[in-house]
């Protein structure tokens, strides 16, 4: 970047307009890096992904627990029902009843107890299923959450080092940048301020062609005229920028 840095009451209109075009190079480069700043800034703050990981992590440990604590109930169901049916078995076989009314009720209530118990069995398999699938879920989801931290991890790192050469050459240009306002008339810097706040950023237009490189309409003769021989900087009659004939 050519700096000039002319004291302010020697710099000719047209090399106050170069050092304006300067500036605006300028600017238009930190608008950059502070746009590219706040968007490593963003992703630096978006602790999204662990988040959901760890909420996913969370809600599979309370599935698993709950079909632990299902499965053991249930495996104290069946092994009660179990016991129950060896117990009438045991009465039934083993001898000391002989009245046949008495043999045949035994026999109905043993026939029962094993039908529940192999109905209970059945449900218990089931749960072990479950409980197989929500294990291995939970495994999945830890394995999960390991490597979205160490994602997360790298990914800070990698942003942080870009924040900070980010950080870093943009003060460099605020410190270029005083320079080069240094060097510029207050009035036409505070015309150029006021363009560029009203014009996105873009105060100077070049003119090529006989046009305004702002708005890209032809502009009218006297106008062009002007740009050429004014003292005074003169503005686009569409746009309103600060033509600058390069
Ligand atoms: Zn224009």
């Known amino acids: 970047m050519l700096l000039r840095l002319n004291a302010v009451n020697e710099v000719a209109p047209l090399a106050n307009l170069r050092q304006l075009f300067d500036?605006?190079?300028?600017?238009?480069?930190?608008?950059r890096y502070q746009t590219d700043l706040a968007s490593v800034e963003a992703r630096l703050a978006d602790d999204s992904a662990v988040v959901k990981a760890r909420a996913d992590l969370s809600e599979r440990e309370a599935m698993?627990?709950?079909l632990r604590k299902q499965h053991a109930s249930q495996s104290q169901g069946v092994q009660e029902l179990q016991d129950k049916a060896k117990g009438l078995d045991q009465r039934l076989y083993g001898g000391s009843i002989?009245?046949?009314k008495e043999l045949e009720a035994l026999h109905a209530e043993l026939q029962f107890a094993k039908s529940q118990a192999s109905e209970e069995e059945e449900k218990l398999l089931n749960l072990m299923l479950a409980l197989d699938e929500a294990e291995a879920g939970?495994?999945?989801s830890r394995t999960d959450l390991e490597q979205t931290e160490k994602t997360r991890a790298d990914t800070i790192a990698t942003?942080?080092?870009?924040?900070?050469?980010?950080?870093?050459?943009?003060q460099a240009l605020s410190a270029?940048?005083?320079?080069?306002t240094v060097g510029i008339a207050p009035a036409l810097l505070?015309?150029?301020?006021?363009?560029?706040?009203?014009?996105q950023g873009v105060a100077l237009a070049k003119v090529e062609r006989g046009m305004c490189m702002g708005c890209r309409l032809t502009l009218p003769n006297s106008e062009l005229q002007r740009v050429r021989t004014s003292q005074e900087p003169v503005t686009c009659s569409s746009c309103g920028r600060i033509l600058y004939a390069g």
């Not at 500036?23 to 608008?31: A, N, T």
């Not at 270029?176 to 080069?180: F, L, S």
């Not at 505070?190 to 014009?199: D, M």
């Open 23 to 31: 500036l605006q190079e300028l600017d238009l480069q930190i608008g």
């Open 98 to 100: 002989r009245n046949a």
């Open 159 to 170: 942003l942080a080092k870009e924040q900070a050469t980010l950080t870093q050459r943009l």
């Open 176 to 180: 270029n940048r005083h320079q080069v």
């Open 138 to 140: 939970l495994a999945t």
């Open 64 to 66: 698993a627990l709950q």
């Open 190 to 199: 505070a015309q150029y301020e006021q363009v560029r706040k009203a014009r």
